[in-house]
Structure formats: C-alpha cells, structure tokens
C-alpha cells in the first residue's frame, strides 16, 4: 500500500525563525516528488519539486534522500504568509496518480 | 493562476442523489485526473482521464465515474451520494500520461460538495 507520512503539526513558529517539516514514503518506486501548498479552503499549490540533488528555491530548500524514502523542506526567515499547510507527495509514474500526505500545519507567529 | 477551473464552486445534495461536476483543464493539457479531499486529509486520487479514456483509478467504487471531452475538459459523475461523500473535489491537469510533465499536476479550485 502506498503511503506518505507526515507530522500533522501545528508547527507555532516565531515569524524571521527557519523551520524544517520531512515526510517518508512507503513506495520505493516513487518517481516524482514534490511539495504543495494549501491555504484554508483552497486548491493545493505547486511549491516545488523535489530532486536528489536538492533544489532551492528562493527560502525555500527541498531534499529527497531515496535510501532512506524521506522527503525534507527547509524554510528560511519564514513570513507570516508561510502560514498554510504543506503537503508531501510522491507519484509512482503515471496513471496511478499522486499519493499526498495528510500535511503539515505551519502557523507564523508575529 | 494554474488556468484549471471547475463548476460549480459549491454544491448541496441529499442521499442517493446523483452529481456531475466539471473542470476545464489547462491550456495545452490534455490528462485531468480528479481528487477527493476530505475535512483533515490530504486529497485521494478518484481517476485519470487521456485521450477521453480512463487511464487510471483509484480505490473508489464504480459508482464515481467521469468523462473526458475532446477539448480535454473533464466531468466526475458520481451517483447514489452518501454522507462520506462531502468533500472537496478537485481536478488537475497536466500533460501526457507518463514522466515529469505528467506527474507535475495543476489543481482548479474545487468544487465543495455537501450531502445531507
């Protein structure tokens, strides 16, 4: 069964502070990785892909360690509109769709 | 904006009635896949469409059903509702069925669907 897990939060965080959310994925033949973002009642939002290598992204940092299925953001000098819920997600290739995690709560404090 | 849009926004059925809910993909997609977001989860892959054929599917039962239309545009049907179905439907698109380009999806903004 293919799942992803993540902690569900919420993660309070001071605003200017760095924070760090991972997720790991049971199917090791995950080929695509990615990060989104949602906002309360709204559609999820492509953030960023994530790549073996680690790509960044303006604050934004994204890690894919295959060894060990785990999936890491890094967030930089975080604002108050990084408030939101992220969610992980992995996709076998394909027709099979993406598998999301169920997201991490992330809320900037002032 | 992703240029995915979906109708209605919001949508209020009783048990055992039917519903068609409809998105029009972006501009040079042609695969829509469709998603059921229940309150606190991540969203649940419902089925791909391709080519107007399903190209693959979930763990929902035969009674979600959808179409594809020549324009790529998209229709999730889903019959005899039960309360469980309440969710936020939401479709995406992307381009071709396999690779980056396909697993890089774009997500309209929903359709809010309430069954009392």
């Known amino acids: 069964r293919k799942e992803v897990e993540q902690d569900p939060g919420p993660f309070n965080v001071p605003e200017g502070a760095t924070v760090a959310f991972n997720c790991t994925y049971s199917n090791s033949a995950s080929q695509s990785f990615f990060w989104y973002r949602q906002d309360c009642r709204k559609e999820p939002k492509l953030l960023m892909s994530?790549?073996?290598s680690g790509n960044e992204d303006g604050r934004f940092t994204a890690q894919l360690n295959r060894a060990s299925q785990y999936i890491s953001l890094l967030i930089r000098d975080s604002k108050l509109s990084d408030s939101a819920t992220y969610l992980c997600v992995v996709s076998g290739g394909g027709a099979d769709g993406l598998t999301f995690g169920k997201g991490t709560h992330l809320i900037i404090q002032p | 904006e992703t240029g995915v849009t979906q109708s209605p926004t919001h949508l209020i059925k009783t048990r055992g009635q039917q519903v068609t809910l409809r998105c029009s993909s972006q501009s040079g997609h042609n695969t829509v896949s469709w998603y059921q977001q229940a309150l606190g989860q991540g969203p649940q892959f419902i089925f791909q469409y391709y080519r107007e054929e399903e190209n693959g599917r979930g763990n929902f039962p035969p009674r979600f059903s959808g179409l594809q239309f020549p324009n790529y545009s998209s229709e999730l049907n889903v019959n005899a509702l039960e309360l469980d179905d309440s969710a936020l439907y939401l479709c995406?698109?992307?381009?071709?069925?396999?690779?980056?380009?396909?697993?890089?999806?774009?997500f309209g903004p929903g359709t809010r669907l309430t069954v009392l």
């Open positions: 995406a698109s992307s381009l071709g069925t396999s690779g980056y380009d396909a697993d890089t999806q774009y």
């Open positions: 994530v790549y073996s």
